[in-house]
């Protein structure tokens, strides 16, 4: 009887394979990473304008977020322009009242007393958001222009949209001096700003893909009439 040759055992696999193999994954998905946060922050770089536009329509309100030079003022000058027929000022410190805001802009007074909202609720965009969907519904309006620096419009507008998804949204970028005159990579404080509101951006992303619309028990708080 033929002897049967003996039988081939497997060489083992070397130890360290699976953890080469995990290095692997870790490389693969760190440069992922950096390719979706290098790609959106292009994104978020095309949506953040050098220069101011110019509205070719009207809206039947306008919203104006506080925070920014010249943001209330360029709010008021649409207002005056017949661009909307109210205005809102969203975000407003408790301690600013309508005759302040006059002031600031003394030939359109009559128009702060009769056509502007101050509304002191807001302590942050969501509630920017909240406050204006609120404003918005109670008025029946259904269009909206919304001023608001260039470099945080990019997240105004993401959460806008999540409140008021049937309501048209218009954006009037306010574009600073200094973003206008030089890049915004050739100044440290714009290149810190422009990077901390993309970082504040992604995040607002995440969150609003995982948590529901706020429902709107209140239907009258949040909404103010300016008086003097």
Not at 28 to 56: M, N, R, T
Not at 76 to 97: C, F, Q, Y
Request: net charge positive; glycine share 8%; hydrophobic share 45%.
């Amino acid at each position: 009887m033929a002897d049967h040759a003996p039988e081939r055992v497997p060489a083992a696999q070397p130890k360290w394979r699976p953890l080469r193999l995990l290095a692997r994954a870790v490389m693969f998905g760190v440069v992922a990473s950096a390719a979706i946060i290098c790609g959106g922050f292009a994104w978020f770089i095309y949506h953040v304008p050098a220069e101011e536009i110019s509205l070719d329509r009207n809206a039947d309100g306008i919203v104006v977020l506080t925070g920014g030079a010249s943001r209330i003022a360029d709010a008021i000058e649409l207002l005056a322009a017949g661009r909307g027929k109210r205005l809102l000022i969203s975000g407003v410190h408790r301690a600013t009242s309508a005759a302040e805001i006059a002031r600031i802009m003394p030939r359109h007074e009559g128009l702060v007393a009769c056509c502007v909202d101050l509304d002191y609720s807001a302590v942050n965009t969501v509630g920017n958001a909240v406050g204006t969907r609120r404003w918005a519904r109670d008025r029946g309006f259904t269009s909206l222009i919304v001023v608001t620096s260039a470099y945080h419009m990019p997240r105004t507008m993401a959460e806008l949209e999540k409140q008021m998804p049937d309501t048209v949204l218009v954006p009037f970028p306010v574009v600073t001096e200094k973003l206008r005159n030089e890049p915004w990579w050739a100044s440290a404080p714009t290149a810190r700003l422009i990077l901390s509101e993309y970082a504040k951006f992604v995040v607002a992303q995440l969150r609003m893909r995982i948590e529901p619309v706020p429902g709107l028990t209140d239907t009258s708080g949040g909404r103010h009439g300016a008086k003097s």
